[in-house]
């Protein structure tokens, strides 16, 4: 039996309901993808930043929300995160976060996107019928071999 190869650019998107589980499930989801397409390098800060994006998006929006992931080359993949609500927050704005206080309970993870993503970047979705709106959040994330060998 031959296997199938899928090369990039390849896409999956997750739409995901407004559930307090729906982060869990896009954090599994993310890693199997990148399993499965041999990118195992790039799993852990990958994963860290949708955990970011889409806990943002569970948090700060009152609809469904939706984790997209897209091979960028070899060993880079870019995780866009699509929600309805149009603010575009610091760093993707083109500001920088406030350093947020040692005891604060939120604030920190939009600082772990300039800290550990290759690349990251916003735009507003404009237009279209009712709640179809909002904004794309993205990041991309690139394996670095060198790091991970022992």
């Not at 397409?37 to 949708?50: N, P």
């Not at 206080?101 to 979705?125: F, H, K, N, S, T």
Request: hydrophobic residues 35%.
């Amino acid at each position: 039996m031959t296997l199938a190869t899928v090369t990039p650019p390849w896409a999956y998107t997750l739409q995901l309901p407004q559930d307090p589980r729906g982060p869990g499930i896009a954090r599994a989801t993310l890693r199997t993808v990148l399993l499965v397409h041999g990118m195992r390098e790039v799993i852990d800060t990958a994963e860290l930043l949708a955990s970011v994006l889409v806990t943002n998006a569970y948090r700060h929006s009152s609809g469904p929300y939706s984790l997209r992931l897209r091979g960028a080359g070899r060993s880079r993949v870019r995780v866009g995160v699509w929600d309805s609500n149009p603010e575009i927050p610091e760093p993707f704005c083109g500001g920088v976060p406030g350093e947020p206080c040692a005891l604060a309970e939120r604030g920190r993870g939009l600082r772990l996107v300039q800290e550990c993503a290759d690349a990251w970047g916003a735009y507003p979705i404009r237009g279209g019928l009712p709640g179809q709106g909002g904004k794309v959040l993205w990041v991309e994330c690139t394996g670095r071999p060198e790091l991970h060998q022992r």
